[in-house]
């Protein structure tokens, strides 16, 4: 059952998630007899921490007592706030071209996953995290290329450091949504002297801007996950299919990944690694998001990832 953050009447809380309806986990463990711990931190239900044995007592006491006293414990999703599935997390970490669809429609070559490494770069997660619902933010320093990029989240649950590929999976706490919102062809100072790592910058600068990274509604848990590798990507801006792919088609899987960044990073519970996108992102069609769009961002049995354009 999903997991996802949200708030009512100005409270911040945990709940079980669906589209139409969440159901709060102290107000459903209140009603049902279930020793839940009080917290609004999800990745403490998720695989690896402490309240996990507790979230899945509860969901099967939930799913013993029925359809009706589900209901009765529900709030309907449309009257809160869903939040970012992890608010504060100490690392952003995004991967570029880790789809070899979308490297060659760009017009480069994908190579080998062999032969090369993961490119990986970071957001500030401040600024860029972004709630399922509220707008993705048009710069006006720079308004005329954004992008959209759908991927996969992975959020850690265990500290983990030097983790061999056959054992990371056991640090990962869930799946989210995410979109790499991205700024194509920023570029400050156009009248500059250029420089010979310009347009590397002018690359990486594009990906910072604030509300650059939406991300939810919710929360996979890993262990309710069989593959990660068997997921369906779709992007749709205004009702029309932008992206349609699977998370197969990845160069790095989520376990090479992991055990890449934790040969030299250790990743602790709430750290979120984005893990590239597919073909169809809208510098390829020269389509770019302009204020009024609607994007949807969806992935197999997650969720979808709705947010407006301003």
């Known amino acids: 059952m999903r997991l996802c953050r949200f708030e009512h009447n100005g409270d911040a809380a945990i709940g079980f998630y669906s589209e139409q309806t969440i159901v709060p986990l102290q107000a459903a463990a209140a009603s049902l007899g279930i020793d839940v711990p009080v917290c609004d931190k999800i990745t403490t239900f998720l695989p690896g921490g402490s309240g996990r044995a507790a979230a899945v007592a509860l969901q099967d006491a939930l799913a013993s007592a029925g359809e009706e006293q589900g209901a009765q414990l529900g709030i309907p999703t449309e009257a809160v706030q869903v939040k970012v599935p992890v608010p504060n997390p100490t690392k952003l970490l995004l991967l570029a071209g880790n789809y070899s669809k979308h490297i060659e429609e760009g017009g480069g070559q994908a190579a080998e996953r062999q032969s090369t490494f993961p490119y990986v770069f970071m957001k500030p997660p401040l600024t860029t995290l972004n709630d399922p619902g509220n707008p993705i933010?048009?710069?006006?320093?720079?308004?005329d290329h954004i992008d959209w990029e759908l991927e996969l989240g992975v959020i850690i649950g265990k500290e983990c450091h030097a983790v061999t590929e056959a054992d990371a999976l056991d640090y990962v706490a869930g799946y989210t949504v995410v979109n790499d919102v991205s700024d194509r062809k920023f570029q400050p100072n156009p009248g500059r002297t250029e420089r010979p790592k310009d347009g590397f910058f002018d690359w990486m600068h594009g990906k910072w801007h604030d509300s650059f990274c939406p991300m939810g509604p919710c929360v996979l848990p890993a262990d309710e996950c069989d593959d990660p590798q068997a997921l369906e990507l779709k992007l749709t801006v205004n009702g029309e299919v932008e992206q349609d792919g699977s998370t197969?088609?990845?160069?790095?899987?989520?376990?090479?990944?992991?055990?890449?960044?934790?040969?030299?990073?250790?990743?602790?519970?709430?750290?979120?690694?984005?893990?590239?996108?597919?073909?169809?992102?809208?510098?390829?069609?020269?389509?770019?998001?302009?204020?009024?769009?609607?994007?949807?961002?969806?992935?197999?049995?997650?969720?979808?990832?709705?947010?407006?354009?301003?």
């Open 137 to 143: 933010r048009i710069p006006s320093v720079s308004p």
């Open 248 to 310: 197969s088609e990845m160069v790095f899987p989520v376990t090479a990944i992991i055990e890449f960044v934790s040969s030299f990073v250790t990743l602790v519970p709430g750290d979120i690694i984005s893990t590239g996108t597919t073909s169809g992102v809208g510098s390829a069609k020269n389509k770019f998001l302009h204020s009024g769009d609607t994007v949807v961002a969806s992935i197999g049995n997650i969720g979808s990832l709705v947010n407006p354009v301003v």
